[in-house]
């Protein structure tokens, strides 16, 4: 069966999560911008960065993506993925970015990531910070879990990668 892990990483959070997952599998990873020609490809796994509720590189990939392929996808996020409102929100998400035919046949995992304000660019330090100044005058109740998360994590380092939480993903791959 040929197979390709294609991933979407900004900062180097998913990468890691990626080459990874690459190791354990022996199945090549490679950057999104790379993936030109997929064509043979019966098992895409697709890991990306969760950014401003969208999953980086998605879009692009998918285009690109055979027909009949089959597509498991990684989201990786700052979010905490035990959160069921963060689950719903992700995939709700997710939906946006796929046909509805490919999002019904898709393995879905979410694994979380990490954030270094100090790597962040301009622009997202920017848009950070407007979500931060607008998250932490919300009144207590309207605070989401993941809003929590930002406002706790906000102007830090953080890292939550845990390799360990990549073993459904390696357990959901066909056996060759």
């Not at 998918?62 to 498991?72: A, D, F, H, N, Q």
């Not at 309207?142 to 930002?150: F, Q, S, Y």
């Amino acid at each position: 069966m040929n197979q390709q892990i294609i991933y979407g990483s900004e900062y180097g959070t998913t990468r890691r999560y990626a080459e990874q997952l690459s190791q354990l599998t022996g199945i090549p990873a490679m950057d999104y911008t790379s993936a030109k020609n997929l064509d043979g490809c019966e098992l895409v796994i697709y890991l990306g960065g969760l950014y401003a509720g969208g999953v980086k590189g998605l879009k692009h990939t998918v285009k690109r993506l055979p027909t009949g392929v089959k597509l498991i996808l990684v989201t990786v996020g700052l979010a905490d993925v035990t959160d069921q409102e963060n689950i719903r929100n992700i995939q709700n998400s997710v939906r946006r970015q796929l046909p509805t035919a490919l999002f019904d046949q898709t393995a879905l995992f979410h694994l979380r990531g990490g954030i270094d304000y100090g790597r962040l660019s301009l622009a997202h330090k920017t848009m950070m910070t407007l979500l931060y100044n607008k998250a932490r005058h919300l009144p207590e109740e309207k605070k989401t879990a993941e809003v929590r998360a930002m406002i706790d994590t906000f102007n830090q380092k953080v890292d939550f990668v845990d390799f360990a939480s990549l073993e459904p993903v390696v357990n959901a791959i066909p056996k060759q």
